[in-house]
Every structure is written in structure tokens, then in C-alpha cells.
């Protein structure tokens, strides 16, 4: 055995003699056993660098390139295999991590513990139980994933059954817990789990001082804030926001004053909080003091005193600032566009230095919010020529103008534009595209529209439903609402506008009733003051005066005040049917709250001179007379060769006003004579 050894090593010493061996090689004469297990280890690949490359690409959403490089990967580790199955938990695809976590041929318990905060986060609590009892071991961080997720899920009873049944718990244990039961408003519960916590640090105080706070009970808070063994920047600022939302601005800016040390979230809350409390001008100097200015920070300063109403403001800070970008002058513009001043709006929109999309279409959709439509069409032209690209939003703003002018002619061209840009497939725009051409009376191409989506939302059935009842067809539009209940989309207030009123159109009173109870009893819809004047125009349609009497009664049993609306709709069936009393009942409820009512004292009127009573109705101008109300001309509107012209009553300026009134001549004596 000694010669042997010796004889070995004789060997060994010649060889290194060679410079051109390795030591490797020499150690592997003296020891073969040894080189064979290093020379096995030196052959496997250092995984380390493509496990962190995956890694990169699921932290930055490319998960496709991840799930790429792991299949081209001869050999895989455990990370590997749990980069690989959180990368795909991220992107939302829970079948196709847990795939790669059965397939898995040894797993540890990060890959347990990542299976269930993936399930969690997805929802699927019963997989993640399912995971959590299937687990040869579990540690803190299991735990601690499975009652995070309880409460991710809204199961804070269940979260708190497994938290106090675990056998170790740390200080992410028993914030979890707390924060659980603040965001559910169990303030007390969590005040008591906070005292018999024997783990804190400063999250668990900025916790509950920020649960406190955001309840109300800024003492309590405030109290707690005080007792804190140490304090951070998080903590200061939790406190600080607390007094802002509960009115104490003053004391806010005190201890921001006394911070020790400030972030960014320091500065932006005190300076949102100085405008809300419209504080502008402090909000602004506080603002220039910034050690660290962004142009979100801006934004949001001017976007607090447009929301309150400070437009003007806004403004001059606006011309005399820096740090003003698009953003800034769109929300300037949509302010002005929100207290219906249309001039400034326009104003901003040609100042701007420069414009995006969404700046062009803050402007078409205010100009038609402001029946200003026409002015929206001409300047969607001059997008079209000069501005951006379009998009979806776009197209709907037009279309939509073109359903309130309504003018068919333009929304057929820009339904072509709709096609040319690609945007058809677009929900939103299809919609806005039935909307116009039922709006516009042509409901064959508003069919052929719905028909060629290829889905549908509750929009889409109800412009089709309310565009059949509005022009008359009552039979097609309760032939639609059926095909719409049998699908999967759930009818809502409007839809039951344009059934109720479809009923109306077709004289299908039992039917209306029917429809009426079926929307509060099997959509479980409050009736609002539109369906009540639908049911009432139903009944008055057709003579039931009594009928609708009664349900007036119903209505006020029901403590349900009854609208304008309704009893508007009551004198026009009395206006009909000549019912004097009834009529006068409802006229005058409808003048107690509108009583410059012009319509209702000449409805009141006509039907008291239908009686014989001409006393009454000299009573009823006198006080029309007597009021200063006049008689508002009656206006109506057509398309002739893409052009609309207008039409009041008693105007005799239209240029064509005489051919005009020889056609109208023509046609009745073409009347009188057929008839």
C-alpha cells in the first residue's frame, strides 16, 4: 500500500515538473476520485447570471422574453423554476404559473410561498388554501401570505381566525393584521390587536394614526402621534395629512415646519392640501420652495384650483409659471369649458404653444357640451387637416355632435373616417355610431351597425331600444329589449326610458305595466321621475284620467314626490281628452315651481276656452301678462345639401321665405283636394 502511494506520487511530482499541465491534472493522478467530482461540477453552467436576467425581464413586464430564455435553458435550478412562476403570476396568468409549478422537479418553499401570494393577488383563495394545507413545511413568510391575502380578498374574519391560530408571528404579521381591520373600519378591533401586538415598529403606529385620522378622531390620532417611542418622515407625514383632512390646516403646516427631515410626498401633500383649503396663494409659494419641483406637482396645483372653481386664478399663475406644460393648459381649458365659458375655453386652446390629442379633443367635446356642436365639427376639420392623429376619443366626440345637431350627412362621413383609421372594433366609437344614425332617424343603418359589433354593453342595446321607441316603431323596440335580456347584459335605467316609452308609442298599456313592475321587481331598479312620465303619458294617451290619478296616489304612498314631469304629462292627456278639472289640477302644480312656464298658462288656456269658460281664461292671461311671461317662438331645424336651416315661428327673414310658402300652399290644396 506504501509502495503504491509512493509510487503515485513519484508520478505526481514528474508531472508538475511539465509546465504545460495543470495542477488539476496532477491532483487528479494523485486523487482521481477527487477530479471526477470537480470536473462534474465545472461542467455544469453557472445559472446565476440567466436566472437574473429573467428576473430583469419580469420586473420590467417582458414576460414573453423571460418565459423565451427559460425554455431555451438546457439545465434550470429552484430559482429558475420561481422567477420564472412569479413572472407569470405578474402578468396575470395563473394557469400557466401553476403548469410550471406542478412540472417543477424539486420546488422549496420560496416556490410554495410565491404559488400562494400569486393565487391571492388573482383572487383564487381556494387554490391558495389548497397550496398552503398541501406544504411539507411552512415559514412566517407563508403565513404571512395567507392572511394578507384573506384580507386582499375581503375575508378579514378568516384572516383573523388564521392569524390567531399561528405559531409565530413577527411584526409584518401583526401590521398586516391591524391595517386589515383599519381599511375595513373596525377601528376599535384594531386598536385592541395594535395594544396586544408584542411586535411594533413605525409602520405599526403610522397605521393607525393614519386609520384615526382618516375616521375622524384626529385627538386620538394626535395622542398617539405624541406617544410614539421614534418617528420617520412616513410617520410625520401621515400625521400631517391627517389634520389637513380633518380642517386643521394651520397645525399641518406647524409640524411641517418642525419635520426634522422632509420627502417629496411632504411637500406635494401640504401644498395639495393649502389649495383644497383654497389657500392658492401659500400653495404657490410653497410650491417656489420646493427643493425639488416636478411638473406633476404643478399639474396638480392647478388641477385642485380649477376642480374649485378658481379658474380665473388658475389662469394667471398659469401665464406667469415656468413649469407649465400641455397638460397644464388642457385642464385650464376644460375648466373654463366646465363653467360653460366657451370664449376662454377657445382663448387657452389658441394660446397653447403646443397641442397633443388630447387637447383637440378636450375642445371638440366642450364645444359640444356647450351646444356649440357646429363650431366642434369645423374644428374636427381642421384637426383632420393639421392637427395629430385621432383616436377613438375622437371620433366619439364627433359622433355624439352629430347625434345632438343631428346632422347624418357628417356622421356618415366620419363613420367612413372611422373605418379608414381602423377604430371600427372600438366599442366605445361603434356605440357612438348606433347613438347617431338612430338619433338621425335612420335606424336600418343603426341595426346594420349594432348587427356587425362583434359585442355588445348595455349602451349599445339601449340606443338601438330608445332609437326604435323615439321614431315609433314601439313593437321593435320591445323585440330588442327581449333579445337583450336574454343575454348576459343587464338592463339599466335608460333602457327602461326607451321599453316604457316604446309601450307608450304602440298603445300597449298592460304591456307598459308589466315592463314597469319587471323593473323593480326583477332588476331591482328604483323608478326614476323619467319612468313615472312615461307611465303617465301611457295612461293619458289613452283617456285612463282616472287611472292615472290613482297611480299619482301610488306614487305618493310610495313617498315618492311627483316631478314636473309627470303631471306635465297629465295636462297634455287632459289637453286632449278635455278634462277642465284634472287639467287645472295639474297646470297649477306645474306653475308653483315653473311659473314663467309659457306652455302651461296657453295649454291652460286652450283647454278652459274648449269649455266655455272664457272668464277662467282671461283670469289665466292676466297672470301670464302679469308675471311678464311671453310666449317663446316655436324653432325647428333641417338639413338641405349639408347646410342647416333654421325655422321660427312668425319669421319671415329667410331668403327663400316666399318659395317656401308657395310649396306649402301647393301641398294643401293637394290636400283638400284628396281629401
Known amino acids: 500500500m506504501f509502495l503504491f502511494f509512493f509510487s503515485r506520487a513519484a508520478q505526481a511530482l514528474k508531472v508538475t515538473q511539465n509546465p504545460s499541465l495543470n495542477l488539476a491534472k496532477t491532483l487528479s493522478l494523485a486523487n482521481p476520485e477527487l477530479f471526477t467530482q470537480n470536473r462534474t461540477k465545472a461542467t455544469l453552467p453557472n445559472l446565476k447570471p440567466l436566472n437574473s436576467k429573467i428576473s430583469s425581464y419580469v420586473k420590467n413586464g417582458l414576460v414573453e422574453e423571460a418565459r423565451k430564455l427559460f425554455d431555451k435553458m438546457p439545465q434550470k435550478n429552484t430559482v429558475t423554476w420561481n422567477a420564472m412562476i412569479r413572472g407569470h403570476f405578474l402578468d396575470g396568468n395563473s394557469c400557466e404559473a401553476l403548469q410550471l409549478f406542478y412540472r417543477m422537479p424539486d420546488r422549496d418553499i420560496v416556490s410554495y410561498n410565491t404559488v400562494i401570494a400569486g393565487l391571492m393577488q388573482c383572487g383564487d383563495v381556494d387554490g391558495a388554501r389548497c397550496v398552503f394545507y398541501g406544504m411539507p413545511s411552512r415559514d412566517i413568510v407563508t403565513w404571512n401570505s395567507m392572511v394578507a391575502g384573506y384580507i386582499r380578498n375581503g375575508m378579514i374574519d378568516t384572516a383573523l381566525h388564521l392569524f390567531d391560530g399561528m405559531p409565530l408571528k413577527d411584526v409584518i404579521s401583526w401590521n398586516l393584521i391591524v391595517g386589515g381591520l383599519v381599511n375595513c373600519g373596525d377601528l376599535d378591533l384594531a386598536e385592541e390587536y395594535f395594544g396586544r401586538s408584542c411586535a411594533q415598529d413605525v409602520v405599526s403606529w403610522t397605521i393607525m394614526i393614519s386609520g384615526l385620522s382618516k375616521s375622524g378622531r384626529i385627538v386620538e390620532a394626535c395622542k398617539l402621534f405624541e406617544n410614539m417611542p421614534s418617528r420617520d418622515v412616513r410617520a410625520c407625514n401621515a400625521m400631517m395629512v391627517g389634520y389637513i383632512e380633518n380642517g386643521h390646516i394651520e397645525t399641518a403646516k406647524d409640524l411641517f415646519r418642525k419635520m426634522p427631515e422632509r420627502d417629496f410626498e411632504s411637500w406635494n401633500e401640504l401644498v395639495s392640501g393649502l389649495v383644497r383649503s383654497k389657500k392658492a396663494n401659500d400653495a404657490i409659494r410653497l410650491f417656489m420652495e420646493m427643493p425639488q419641483k416636478c411638473q406633476k406637482t404643478w399639474n396638480s396645483i392647478l388641477l385642485e384650483l380649477i376642480r374649485n372653481g378658481l379658474i380665473k386664478e388658475a389662469h394667471a399663475f398659469l401665464e406667469k409659471s415656468p413649469y407649465s406644460d400641455v397638460v397644464s393648459w388642457t385642464n385650464l381649458l376644460v375648466g373654463y369649458f366646465g363653467l360653460g365659458e366657451v370664449g376662454g375655453a377657445i382663448k387657452i386652446f389658441d394660446l397653447m404653444p403646443s397641442r397633443d390629442t388630447t387637447a383637440w379633443n378636450a375642445t371638440i367635446f366642450g364645444l359640444g357640451e356647450n351646444d356649440q356642436g357646429e363650431e366642434g365639427l369645423k374644428l374636427f376639420i381642421r384637426m383632420k387637416e393639421s392637427g395629430p392623429s385621432l383616436d377613438k376619443a375622437t371620433f366619439t366626440s364627433v359622433l355624439t355632435i352629430c347625434s345632438d345637431l343631428p346632422t347624418l350627412h357628417f356622421g356618415k362621413q366620419t363613420h367612413a373616417d372611422v373605418i379608414k383609421a381602423g377604430f371600427n372594433s372600438y366599442i366605445e366609437v361603434s356605440n357612438a355610431m348606433v347613438t347617431m344614425y338612430a338619433r338621425c332617424g335612420n335606424m336600418h343603418s343603426a341595426l346594420l351597425q349594432f348587427s356587425?359589433?362583434?359585442?355588445?354593453?348595455?349602451?349599445?342595446?339601449?340606443?338601438?331600444?330608445?332609437?326604435?321607441?323615439?321614431?315609433?316603431?314601439?313593437?321593435?323596440?320591445?323585440?330588442?329589449?327581449?333579445?337583450?335580456?336574454?343575454?348576459?347584459?343587464?338592463?339599466?335605467?335608460?333602457?327602461?326610458?326607451?321599453?316604457?316609452?316604446?309601450?307608450?308609442?304602440?298603445?300597449?298599456?298592460?304591456?307598459?305595466?308589466?315592463?314597469?313592475?319587471?323593473?323593480?321587481?326583477?332588476?331591482?331598479?328604483?323608478?326614476?321621475?323619467?319612468?313615472?312620465?312615461?307611465?303617465?303619458?301611457?295612461?293619458?294617451?289613452?283617456?285612463?284620467?282616472?287611472?292615472?290619478?290613482?297611480?299619482?296616489?301610488?306614487?305618493?304612498?310610495?313617498?315618492?314626490?311627483?316631478?314636473?314631469?309627470?303631471?306635465?304629462?297629465?295636462?297634455?292627456?287632459?289637453?286632449?281628452?278635455?278634462?277642465?278639472?284634472?287639467?287645472?289640477?295639474?297646470?297649477?302644480?306645474?306653475?308653483?315651481?315653473?311659473?314663467?312656464?309659457?306652455?302651461?298658462?296657453?295649454?291652460?288656456?286652450?283647454?278652459?276656452?274648449?269649455?266655455?269658460?272664457?272668464?277662467?281664461?282671461?283670469?289665466?292671461?292676466?297672470?301670464?301678462?302679469?308675471?311678464?311671461?311671453?310666449?317663446?317662438?316655436?324653432?325647428?331645424?333641417?338639413?338641405?345639401?349639408?347646410?342647416?336651416?333654421?325655422?321660427?315661428?312668425?319669421?319671415?327673414?329667410?331668403?327663400?321665405?316666399?318659395?317656401?310658402?308657395?310649396?306649402?300652399?301647393?301641398?294643401?290644396?293637394?290636400?283638400?283636394?284628396?281629401?
Open 452 to 675: 356587425s359589433m362583434p359585442s355588445h354593453d348595455v349602451i349599445s342595446w339601449n340606443s338601438l331600444i330608445c332609437g326604435f321607441a323615439h321614431h315609433g316603431d314601439g313593437t321593435k323596440a320591445l323585440e330588442m329589449f327581449e333579445r337583450m335580456i336574454l343575454t348576459d347584459v343587464m338592463p339599466n335605467h335608460i333602457t327602461f326610458v326607451g321599453v316604457l316609452a316604446a309601450c307608450s308609442h304602440a298603445g300597449l298599456v298592460d304591456q307598459g305595466k308589466y315592463y314597469f313592475d319587471f323593473m323593480k321587481s326583477k332588476c331591482s331598479l328604483r323608478p326614476a321621475s323619467e319612468h313615472y312620465t312615461c307611465i303617465m303619458d301611457l295612461l293619458g294617451r289613452f283617456g285612463l284620467i282616472d287611472e292615472a290619478m290613482t297611480f299619482l296616489d301610488q306614487m305618493r304612498a310610495d313617498g315618492v314626490e311627483v316631478p314636473v314631469s309627470v303631471w306635465g304629462a297629465l295636462l297634455g292627456a287632459c289637453r286632449i281628452y278635455k278634462n277642465i278639472e284634472v287639467g287645472k289640477i295639474a297646470g297649477e302644480r306645474i306653475l308653483e315651481v315653473d311659473p314663467c312656464n309659457s306652455g302651461v298658462y296657453l295649454i291652460l288656456v286652450e283647454l278652459l276656452l274648449s269649455g266655455g269658460r272664457r272668464e277662467d281664461a282671461s283670469t289665466i292671461m292676466a297672470r301670464m301678462k302679469e308675471k311678464g311671461v311671453k310666449k317663446q317662438p316655436g324653432c325647428s331645424w333641417i338639413e338641405v345639401n349639408n347646410s342647416a336651416r333654421i325655422f321660427l315661428s312668425g319669421d319671415s327673414s329667410h331668403p327663400d321665405f316666399c318659395r317656401i310658402c308657395c310649396i306649402l300652399d301647393l301641398i294643401y290644396m293637394e290636400m283638400e283636394i284628396k281629401s
